[in-house]
């Protein structure tokens, strides 16, 4: 049996302030677990424990104590980041290359060559939709362009899972929809996605599960469909109904020609479900 993608047990990251005899805590025990092929949410105010948390995964900060797998590595092994692609809120590209000499120049770190380096950079120009702009610099493309340059770089090494911060922060609403696209895509060919967002609408349409972190503690975890069910509802939809056969319900729907389309759980959106439950961690 395939184990999860990511493992998180028992986190804790406490950050000393220079100069005071006090810290902060960043993550407190924190527990999760991110299933293989899942697109997965991480949520929360800022300075919630969200980069913090994603950044000992990566291996590029120790937790003070707790653990960090990925596809049962330990995070702080070099070999377990040999298959994840990683995009930083803030990418540094070389400005003064090429998409494609930016992709080949990647590739070459990951340790491609010849033929089937070309034709790597070949498929992730189509992937990304830059073909028409590989030749263009860096320094001409739009933020939506570097954002999915970045994805590009990300998906060098074919990785199976791919962890993105931010990654439509600044993007015009078209460019969002192509990297949302992108994601998705991703998710279809298998790649588990680790995925840092505000922009709560675009998570509601690609995540399976989310965390929502508050102070470093999760607060919420699940189905995205579960989490913002509201409980004590329910609807029913009606089709070919009359007035009257909705003024008498269920009662009516087993005595009449209408069908019962859909019996279901109405859902708020995930914007008002996570201001509500980090509202309720101020309080």
Do not use: W
């Amino acid at each position: 049996m395939t184990g999860p993608a990511i493992s998180i047990q028992k986190l804790n990251k406490i950050f000393p302030i220079p100069f005071k005899r006090d810290v902060v805590v960043a993550v407190h025990d924190l527990s999760l677990e991110v299933e293989a092929g899942q697109v997965y949410g991480l949520l929360g105010p800022n300075g919630s424990g969200k980069s913090t948390t994603m950044k000992i995964v990566l291996g590029l900060v120790r937790p003070t104590s707790g653990r960090t797998e990925i596809f049962g590595r330990d995070s702080t092994e070099v070999e377990s980041r040999e298959e994840v692609g990683f995009l930083p809120e803030n990418p540094y590209f070389y400005k003064y290359l090429t998409g494609a000499e930016a992709l080949t120049f990647y590739g070459k770190i990951s340790g491609l060559r010849g033929v089937k380096l070309r034709d790597r950079v070949k498929e992730l120009l189509h992937l990304v939709g830059l073909e028409n702009a590989a030749d263009r610099r860096l320094s001409g493309y739009s933020k939506g362009m570097l954002q999915r340059i970045g994805l590009g770089q990300a998906l060098v090494q074919e990785p199976r899972l791919l962890v993105l911060d931010e990654p439509t922060a600044g993007v015009d609403p078209a460019g969002s929809r192509e990297i949302r696209d992108l994601i998705l895509g991703c998710k279809e060919r298998g790649i588990t996605v680790l995925l840092c967002s505000h922009l709560l609408g675009q998570v509601q349409e690609i995540c399976d599960r989310i965390g929502i972190l508050h102070q470093g503690s999760l607060v919420r975890e699940g189905r995205l469909d579960e989490l913002i069910s509201i409980e004590n509802q329910t609807e029913l939809i009606i089709e070919n109904a009359s007035a009257a056969l909705v003024a008498e319900l269920e009662g009516c729907i087993a005595r009449s020609n209408a069908r019962l389309v859909e019996k279901r759980k109405p859902q708020t959106n995930l914007e008002r479900y996570f201001l509500d439950v980090t509202g309720k961690q101020r309080s």
